[in-house]
């Protein structure tokens, strides 16, 4: 396996087991970050009129199918960004080395 793909891996099984621990746990501090990696890269998405949530409620609807597809390809695309990159910085030290 690339270095690659095993620190997108971990990047991304990290944010899954954070959202996963704090919907079990309820810590009111982890469950405000992880709601806020699902509807801030969402807000500016529906502001464009693209559909993204669940009807028009007074608070905060809940994403629909294209939110959810949107949310894990944005963070999906963020998480293989940074990967790429310390893979990039990991391989130059190694040759360095």
């Known amino acids: 396996m690339s270095k690659t793909f095993l620190?997108?891996?971990s990047l991304s099984a990290t944010h899954l087991g954070l959202a996963i621990?704090?919907?079990f746990l309820g810590i009111d501090r982890l469950s405000a970050i992880v709601a806020g990696t699902i509807y801030l890269p969402l807000w500016p998405v529906g502001k464009l009129g693209v559909p993204v949530f669940q009807g028009n409620q007074w608070m905060i609807p809940p994403p629909n199918l294209l939110g959810w597809a949107f949310i894990i390809a944005f963070?999906?695309?963020?998480?293989l960004v940074i990967a790429q990159f310390?893979?990039?910085i990991l391989k130059r030290h190694s040759r360095a080395a």
Request: glycine share 8%; proline share 0%; no cysteine.
């Open 7 to 9: 620190i997108w891996s």
């Open 21 to 23: 621990l704090s919907s």
């Open 75 to 79: 963070w999906s695309l963020v998480y």
């Open 86 to 88: 310390v893979g990039r």
